[in-house]
Structure formats: C-alpha cells, structure tokens
C-alpha cells in the first residue's frame, strides 16, 4: 500500500517571497511522484512530474520539487510567489506500472500582497 | 483542443433519486477514473477503466456505479444507496500504465434538495 502526507494544510507566504510546501510518501516500490494545483472550482493541473532520472525537476508556473528517496520526500518549491498562485497543491503517488494514483490531503496557498 | 468535458457544472438530487454525471474526453487516453473531493480530504478514487468494457472498483465504490462502453466516455451514476453524496466530483484521464499523470475534467458539484 502506498500512502501521501502533506503536512502543513494552509501555508500564508507574503508575496515575492520563497515558499515550500512539504511532501512524503509511503511506498514499498519504487514511485512515481506528481504535484498537482487546484484553482477554486476547477479540477487539478498537473505542475510537474518525477519518473526517473535527476532528482530536481522543473515544472510550470516556475515551481520545482526535489525527490530524496533517503527521507521518502518531495518537496515543493518555488523561489518567488506571486499572487496568482493562491490556490491548493496536492501531492500524489503511484507504484510504478500501476495506474492507481494516491493523492495526499491537499496545502492551501496563501499569497498576501 | 483536447480535454475532458464533465457535465453538468452544478447538480442537485433529491432523496431516493439516482443521478448520473458526464464525463467525455477526446484525448484517446485509454484510463479514465472518477474521483470524489471533500474539504480537507484530498481526493478519493471512487472507480477506473483501462479499457473499454472493463472496470474496477475504487476506495469508495458503495453507492456508485459506472460503465464504459465507449472510449470516449465513462458516466458515473450516484444511486440513492449513496447516503452522503454531496461532494465535488471530477473526472480523469490518463494516456497508459507508464507516465500515471492525469488530465482532469472541471468537476460536477453535487448537492442535496
């Protein structure tokens, strides 16, 4: 069984300033790792993928998100937020060549001007 | 472009009465699922396909039901022995067993008269 735990539900950052937003997992394969957003009343948007190959991946929207398998970790990060990124990020995991995708509960984004 | 469709937007259901939501893509993804949104609880997988004709049950399948008999389309049908159902619910699609990463539709919201 594999499970996601993001453990902040609301994170408020000013707006410039960094953000991470904290991931692990739970899983006794290897995994595919996913971060995805959620806009109010829309459905997700996937932000950026890790499959295989470096651990620091680059998505859209200027976020990237390092996979430690040593912590069990996937980080979110984004160096400068702005205020377009209020929304709710949710972390996934799936057992790789199972299509099954397991999502954690979901952090709130709070960008204060 | 290619997406997912779910309709309708906003729906309503009375005590005893079943209800079906739409949901189409014109992607050619093979895998399509359902999923159920709660505040604070993340997303929860109520059914998937691979293929056409072919379904299985998620973590949350008791009072739902759904068929696949086109590529294109996967209903889901919330049936009165569904107690709670009010929820968000949103439609996914995903290419094969490989990449896992999912396409969403914009969700149905469904409430309680």
């Known amino acids: 069984a594999q499970s996601v735990t993001q453990l902040d539900s609301q994170v408020p950052v000013f707006e410039e300033a960094p953000v991470e937003l904290r991931c692990n997992y739970s899983?006794?394969?290897?995994?595919?790792l996913f971060w995805y957003v959620q806009y109010p009343n829309q459905g997700l948007q996937l932000l950026l993928k890790?499959?295989?190959?470096?651990?620091l991946v680059k998505g859209i929207n200027g976020f990237e998100a390092e996979f430690n398998k040593s912590q069990t970790s996937f980080h979110l990060r984004k160096p400068s937020v702005h205020i377009s990124d209020t929304a709710e990020y949710f972390c996934?995991?799936?057992?790789?060549?199972?299509?099954?995708?397991?999502f954690g509960t979901g952090t709130k984004l709070q960008v204060i001007p | 472009d290619g997406g997912i469709t779910q309709s309708p937007k906003y729906l309503f259901r009375k005590e005893g009465q079943n209800v079906t939501l739409s949901c189409e893509q014109n992607?050619?993804?093979?895998?399509m699922y359902w999923y159920r949104q709660d505040p604070g609880q993340g997303l929860r997988l109520i059914y998937y396909?691979?293929?056409?004709?072919?379904?299985q049950k998620g973590d949350i399948a008791e009072g739902y039901s759904v068929s696949r008999e086109k590529k294109e389309s996967f209903p889901l049908t919330v049936t009165s022995a569904q107690k709670n159902p009010t929820a968000f619910y949103l439609c996914?699609?995903?290419?094969?067993?490989?990449?896992?990463?999912?396409?969403f539709g914009d969700g149905t919201r469904l409430s309680i008269l």
């Open positions: 996914a699609s995903s290419m094969g067993p490989e990449t896992g990463s999912q396409h």
């Open positions: 899983s006794s394969v290897s995994v595919y």
């Open positions: 890790y499959l295989s190959g470096s651990t």
């Open positions: 996934a995991v799936s057992d790789r060549g199972y299509q099954k995708v397991t």
């Open positions: 992607l050619n993804h093979d895998a």
């Open positions: 396909s691979q293929i056409v004709n072919d379904f």
